[in-house]
Protein backbone atom coordinates (compact mmCIF):
# COMPACT_ATOMS: atom_id res chain seq x y z
CA UNK A 1 0.00 0.00 0.00
CA UNK A 2 2.98 2.28 1.22
CA UNK A 3 4.36 2.51 -2.80
CA UNK A 4 1.06 3.58 -3.90
CA UNK A 5 1.70 6.66 -2.44
CA UNK A 6 5.42 7.10 -4.19
CA UNK A 7 4.27 8.45 -7.40
CA UNK A 8 1.59 11.16 -5.77
CA UNK A 9 4.36 12.40 -3.46
CA UNK A 10 7.02 12.82 -6.45
CA UNK A 11 4.12 14.64 -8.29
CA UNK A 12 3.76 16.87 -5.49
CA UNK A 13 7.01 17.69 -4.74
CA UNK A 14 7.41 18.29 -8.63
CA UNK A 15 4.62 20.88 -8.33
CA UNK A 16 5.93 22.87 -5.54
CA UNK A 17 9.74 22.79 -7.03
CA UNK A 18 7.84 24.14 -10.46
CA UNK A 19 5.76 26.49 -8.37
CA UNK A 20 9.32 28.26 -6.67
CA UNK A 21 10.85 28.38 -10.17
CA UNK A 22 7.90 30.27 -11.52
CA UNK A 23 7.52 32.70 -8.61
CA UNK A 24 11.56 32.87 -7.94
CA UNK A 25 12.62 36.34 -8.87
CA UNK A 26 16.08 38.17 -8.34
CA UNK A 27 16.56 41.99 -9.04
CA UNK A 28 18.03 45.12 -8.36
CA UNK A 29 15.79 48.36 -8.21
CA UNK A 30 16.23 51.96 -8.16
CA UNK A 31 13.91 54.24 -6.66
CA UNK A 32 13.00 57.94 -6.36
CA UNK A 33 11.00 59.02 -3.31
CA UNK A 34 9.43 61.79 -1.32
CA UNK A 35 10.48 61.79 2.93
CA UNK A 36 7.91 63.23 5.02
CA UNK A 37 8.73 63.25 8.97
CA UNK A 38 7.14 64.26 11.60
CA UNK A 39 7.87 66.61 13.90
CA UNK A 40 8.04 65.59 17.97
CA UNK A 41 8.10 67.33 21.33
CA UNK A 42 10.41 66.37 24.43
CA UNK A 43 12.80 67.35 27.03
CA UNK A 44 12.02 71.05 26.48
CA UNK A 45 12.52 70.95 22.58
CA UNK A 46 10.43 70.64 19.39
CA UNK A 47 12.29 69.31 16.35
CA UNK A 48 11.34 69.46 13.21
CA UNK A 49 12.60 67.59 10.09
CA UNK A 50 12.43 69.11 6.73
CA UNK A 51 10.91 67.38 3.92
CA UNK A 52 12.69 65.81 1.05
CA UNK A 53 13.58 63.87 -1.75
CA UNK A 54 15.70 60.79 -1.43
CA UNK A 55 16.75 58.04 -3.68
CA UNK A 56 16.78 53.78 -2.62
CA UNK A 57 18.97 51.00 -3.70
CA UNK A 58 16.91 48.18 -3.83
CA UNK A 59 18.42 43.97 -4.18
CA UNK A 60 16.00 41.33 -3.65
CA UNK A 61 15.22 37.56 -4.30
CA UNK A 62 12.55 36.41 -4.32
CA UNK A 63 11.99 32.31 -3.55
CA UNK A 64 8.36 31.69 -3.21
CA UNK A 65 5.45 33.35 -2.12
CA UNK A 66 6.37 33.63 1.33
CA UNK A 67 9.72 33.64 1.40
CA UNK A 68 11.59 36.51 0.63
CA UNK A 69 14.35 39.12 1.19
CA UNK A 70 15.84 42.19 0.63
CA UNK A 71 19.06 44.26 1.32
CA UNK A 72 18.91 48.44 0.58
CA UNK A 73 20.22 51.34 0.52
CA UNK A 74 18.68 55.34 0.59
CA UNK A 75 20.19 58.44 1.29
CA UNK A 76 18.03 61.73 1.50
CA UNK A 77 18.78 65.73 3.05
CA UNK A 78 17.49 65.26 6.73
CA UNK A 79 17.80 69.08 8.06
CA UNK A 80 16.96 69.13 11.21
CA UNK A 81 15.02 72.11 13.17
CA UNK A 82 15.35 73.15 16.76
CA UNK A 83 12.96 75.57 18.95
CA UNK A 84 13.16 75.49 22.94
CA UNK A 85 11.90 77.51 25.72
CA UNK A 86 15.03 78.63 28.41
CA UNK A 87 13.91 79.22 32.19
CA UNK A 88 14.02 82.80 31.68
CA UNK A 89 11.07 82.33 29.02
CA UNK A 90 13.56 83.08 25.77
CA UNK A 91 12.90 81.05 22.61
CA UNK A 92 16.06 79.65 21.48
CA UNK A 93 15.86 78.24 17.44
CA UNK A 94 18.54 76.41 14.95
CA UNK A 95 18.78 74.46 12.42
CA UNK A 96 21.76 71.86 11.91
CA UNK A 97 21.79 70.91 7.80
CA UNK A 98 22.05 67.01 7.38
CA UNK A 99 21.83 63.82 5.78
CA UNK A 100 20.86 60.47 6.14
CA UNK A 101 21.42 57.46 5.07
CA UNK A 102 20.03 54.08 5.81
CA UNK A 103 20.79 50.49 5.77
CA UNK A 104 17.99 47.70 6.11
CA UNK A 105 17.25 44.24 5.70
CA UNK A 106 13.44 43.28 4.80
CA UNK A 107 11.69 40.28 4.52
CA UNK A 108 8.88 40.13 1.67
CA UNK A 109 6.57 38.60 0.86
CA UNK A 110 4.59 38.75 -2.36
CA UNK A 111 2.22 36.67 -5.10
CA UNK A 112 2.98 36.98 -8.74
CA UNK A 113 -0.56 37.29 -10.80
CA UNK A 114 0.53 37.77 -14.73
CA UNK A 115 2.97 40.74 -15.30
CA UNK A 116 1.87 41.93 -11.70
CA UNK A 117 3.54 41.47 -8.20
CA UNK A 118 1.78 42.91 -5.43
CA UNK A 119 4.27 42.65 -2.36
CA UNK A 120 4.34 43.51 1.45
CA UNK A 121 7.85 43.80 3.79
CA UNK A 122 9.10 44.15 7.17
CA UNK A 123 12.21 44.36 8.15
CA UNK A 124 15.11 46.90 10.36
CA UNK A 125 18.71 48.25 9.56
CA UNK A 126 20.55 51.00 11.37
CA UNK A 127 19.78 55.18 10.46
CA UNK A 128 23.05 57.63 10.43
CA UNK A 129 22.11 61.16 10.19
CA UNK A 130 25.63 62.77 9.58
CA UNK A 131 25.76 66.71 9.85
CA UNK A 132 26.92 68.71 6.74
CA UNK A 133 29.02 70.73 9.06
CA UNK A 134 31.24 70.04 11.48
CA UNK A 135 29.98 73.17 13.41
CA UNK A 136 26.57 75.14 14.18
CA UNK A 137 27.17 78.96 14.04
CA UNK A 138 25.31 80.69 16.69
CA UNK A 139 25.38 84.03 18.65
CA UNK A 140 27.77 83.53 21.19
CA UNK A 141 30.22 81.06 18.63
CA UNK A 142 30.18 77.91 16.56
CA UNK A 143 29.06 74.93 18.25
CA UNK A 144 30.08 71.27 17.46
CA UNK A 145 27.89 68.62 15.77
CA UNK A 146 27.92 64.95 16.20
CA UNK A 147 26.59 61.83 13.69
CA UNK A 148 23.43 60.18 14.93
CA UNK A 149 23.05 56.71 14.41
CA UNK A 150 19.42 54.82 15.13
CA UNK A 151 18.01 51.55 14.84
CA UNK A 152 15.20 52.15 12.63
CA UNK A 153 11.90 49.70 11.82
CA UNK A 154 10.95 49.74 8.56
CA UNK A 155 7.13 48.38 6.65
CA UNK A 156 5.94 48.97 3.45
CA UNK A 157 3.71 47.40 0.45
CA UNK A 158 3.86 47.99 -3.54
CA UNK A 159 3.55 46.66 -6.49
CA UNK A 160 6.03 45.28 -9.28
CA UNK A 161 4.65 45.94 -12.95
CA UNK A 162 6.38 43.64 -15.55
CA UNK A 163 6.68 45.58 -19.11
CA UNK A 164 9.46 43.72 -20.25
CA UNK A 165 11.32 40.23 -19.43
CA UNK A 166 13.94 41.53 -17.43
CA UNK A 167 12.36 45.58 -17.21
CA UNK A 168 9.44 46.98 -14.99
CA UNK A 169 8.07 49.23 -12.69
CA UNK A 170 7.61 49.45 -8.66
CA UNK A 171 5.52 51.21 -7.00
CA UNK A 172 5.88 51.17 -3.28
CA UNK A 173 5.06 52.97 0.23
CA UNK A 174 7.75 52.64 3.14
CA UNK A 175 7.32 53.97 6.62
CA UNK A 176 10.11 54.28 8.94
CA UNK A 177 10.29 54.32 12.34
CA UNK A 178 13.07 55.54 14.87
CA UNK A 179 14.14 57.60 17.32
CA UNK A 180 14.84 61.69 16.26
CA UNK A 181 18.49 61.88 16.20
CA UNK A 182 20.61 64.16 18.29
CA UNK A 183 22.92 66.17 16.12
CA UNK A 184 24.27 69.42 18.22
CA UNK A 185 25.02 69.88 21.78
CA UNK A 186 23.21 73.55 21.45
CA UNK A 187 19.89 71.92 21.45
CA UNK A 188 18.56 68.40 23.61
CA UNK A 189 16.96 65.70 21.31
CA UNK A 190 13.10 65.34 22.03
CA UNK A 191 14.20 61.63 22.48
CA UNK A 192 10.99 60.93 21.09
CA UNK A 193 10.07 58.49 18.45
CA UNK A 194 9.22 59.96 14.82
CA UNK A 195 7.71 58.31 11.72
CA UNK A 196 8.95 59.02 7.91
CA UNK A 197 6.56 58.09 5.29
CA UNK A 198 8.14 57.37 1.79
CA UNK A 199 6.22 57.10 -1.27
CA UNK A 200 8.31 55.84 -4.53
CA UNK A 201 8.26 55.01 -7.92
CA UNK A 202 11.43 53.81 -9.51
CA UNK A 203 12.13 51.05 -11.93
CA UNK A 204 13.54 46.89 -11.36
CA UNK A 205 16.04 45.47 -13.69
CA UNK A 206 15.38 41.11 -13.21
CA UNK A 207 18.44 39.58 -12.99
Sequence with gaps: MQAKWIPAILLALGLV???SAATAQTDLAASLYGAFSQATNGNGTVQSPANAAGGLLELRHIANPLIGYEATYSFNRANQ???????????????????AHEVTGDWVVSVKLANLRPFALAGGGVLFAVPSNGQVPTSAGSVLTSTSKQGVFVYGAGLDWGLLPHLGVRLQYRGNLYKAPNLTGLFTSTGAFT?????????????
Excluded: K
Design 17 to 19: ALS
Design 81 to 99: SYSSVTPSSFVRAGSVPAN
Design 195 to 207: HTAEPMIGIFLRL
